[in-house]
C-alpha cells in the first residue's frame, strides 16, 4: 500500500516546463505531471508507429501498381512484335506459293522492316512470365488475407451487450465480454463472416451449440446459443455461407447470438471487422 502511495506521489510530481520565446515578451513556465508527459511520450510512439505502418503499405501498392502498368507496356509491345512476325510469316507463304524462282525473285519485298532479334525477345518473354507470376503471387496473397479476416454482420440485429467490462446480465457480477451479443428472432439465419474450415461444432456448456471456424492469418470467429447448427467439422465455408440459427442455448437471457473475433490467440474487438 505505502509502495503504491509512493508510485502515484511520484507519478504526479510536477514538472516545470521552462519557456523562453525569441521574441520580446518574458519567459513562463509550465507545470505538467510526471505521468502526463510519460502518456504523451508513450501516444506520440504509437502514432509515429502508425503513420509508418500506413506509409509502408502505401508504398508497397505503388510499387506493385507501376509494375502492373509496365507489363501492360511490355505486352503491348511483345504484341506489336507478334504481329510483325504474322505479317512476315504470311508474305513468306505467299512468295513460296509462287510456282517459280522467278516469280520470287520479282515479287520479294527487300525493303527494311526491321531487323528482330529472336533471342533477346525470347529472353524478355521469359521474364515478363516469371515478373508477371510474382504479381500473381503478390495479388493471391492479398486476396487469401481478404477473404480470410472477418467482414460484416453475422446477422441483423441488435447489439445487446458491447465487448469489454460488463454487468454479467445472469450472476449479476462483474466480468469481462469476449464478443459482443446480437439480439434476434429465433430461427433467424447466422452467416459466417469470411472464408474458413470448422474447426467445432456442438454444444459447450454455457456456451449452448457453439460453432467455431478457423479462417487462417490468425484469425478465427465463435458463434454461440444456436439453436441448430448447420455445418459440421471440417467443413470448409465461404463468407455469407449458413452456419446455424439464432437460439438461447446454453446460459442465455433470450434468443441472440454471442459472437467472438479472435486474432492471433486473443479474443479482439469485433466492432472494428463489422
Avoid: C
Avoid at 516546463?17 to 519567459?27: A, W
Avoid at 503499405?57 to 507489363?71: I, S
Amino acid at each position: 500500500m505505502l509502495r503504491m502511495r509512493f508510485l502515484l506521489k511520484k507519478a504526479f510530481t510536477p514538472i516545470t516546463i521552462m519557456v523562453i520565446p525569441h521574441s520580446s515578451r518574458k519567459p513562463f513556465s509550465l507545470k505538467i505531471p510526471s505521468i502526463g508527459i510519460f502518456i504523451s511520450v508513450l501516444l506520440w510512439l504509437i502514432g509515429t508507429g502508425y503513420v509508418f505502418s500506413i506509409a509502408i503499405d502505401t508504398l508497397e501498392y505503388y510499387r506493385m501498381q507501376e509494375k502492373v502498368q509496365y507489363y501492360s507496356d511490355e505486352f503491348l509491345e511483345m504484341k506489336t512484335t507478334m504481329s510483325a512476325l504474322k505479317k512476315t510469316e504470311a508474305e513468306f507463304k505467299k512468295l513460296f506459293s509462287l510456282k517459280s524462282k522467278e516469280d520470287v525473285l520479282e515479287n520479294v519485298d527487300t525493303s527494311d522492316s526491321g531487323v528482330i532479334d529472336m533471342e533477346a525477345l525470347k529472353k524478355q518473354i521469359k521474364k515478363t512470365v516469371e515478373d508477371i507470376g510474382e504479381i500473381k503471387d503478390y495479388l493471391s496473397q492479398r486476396r487469401d488475407l481478404y477473404m480470410a479476416t472477418p467482414k460484416g454482420w453475422p446477422l441483423i440485429g441488435n447489439v445487446t451487450s458491447p465487448y469489454g467490462k460488463r454487468k454479467h446480465p445472469i450472476t449479476g457480477e462483474k466480468d469481462f465480454h469476449n464478443g459482443i451479443d446480437i439480439s434476434s428472432s429465433p430461427g433467424n439465419p447466422v452467416t459466417v463472416t469470411a472464408d474458413g474450415i470448422v474447426s467445432f461444432a456442438g454444444w459447450h456448456g454455457i456456451g449452448g451449440n457453439i460453432v467455431v471456424v478457423e479462417h487462417g492469418f490468425g484469425f478465427s470467429t465463435v458463434y454461440a446459443h444456436n439453436k441448430t447448427i448447420e455445418v459440421k467439422i471440417g467443413q470448409k465455408v465461404k463468407r455469407g455461407d449458413v452456419i446455424s440459427y439464432v437460439g438461447s442455448t446454453g446460459e442465455a437471457t433470450g434468443p441472440h447470438l454471442h459472437y467472438e473475433v479472435w486474432e492471433n490467440g486473443s479474443p479482439v474487438n469485433p466492432k472494428p471487422f463489422i
